[in-house]
């Protein structure tokens, strides 16, 4: 079982940034994939930002705003978001794959301002 936390949304006005945090916690931890997902009001939850053996993969929407990273020590992923627009705004959850089991977070509010 993996336990993950979120942290960092919040409100922000257009054109600010945030760093999203996702700490995963549990026995035998071996996490070979990390992503960030996003899903806005009647909107299908979609993929901003994943990273796997030190590679990373971006939505079209985000690429050269948000940067994703791994602390391995800490177990820990982070979303660096600059250059948020209105548009941004959702609900982002933390995934990792933990020996093919998927988890889920339970997600953090980012709210854009225009």
């Known amino acids: 079982q993996v336990q993950l936390v979120e942290s960092g949304g919040g409100l922000v006005q257009a054109g600010g940034s945030l760093r999203l945090s996702c700490a995963a916690s549990g026995r035998s931890l071996s996490i070979n994939y990390m992503a960030w997902y996003r899903q806005a009001p009647g909107k299908q939850r979609d993929m901003v930002a994943a990273?796997?053996?030190?590679?990373?993969n971006y939505a079209d929407s985000v690429k050269g705003r948000f940067t994703i990273s791994r602390d391995n020590a800490k177990n820990t992923m982070y979303l660096q978001m600059n250059g948020l627009k209105p548009e941004d705004t959702a609900v982002y959850y933390c995934?990792?794959?933990?020996?093919?089991?998927?988890?889920w977070g339970q997600g953090t509010q980012v709210t854009v301002s225009s």
């Open positions: 990273i796997s053996g030190g590679r990373t």
């Open positions: 995934s990792v794959n933990n020996r093919g089991t998927v988890y």
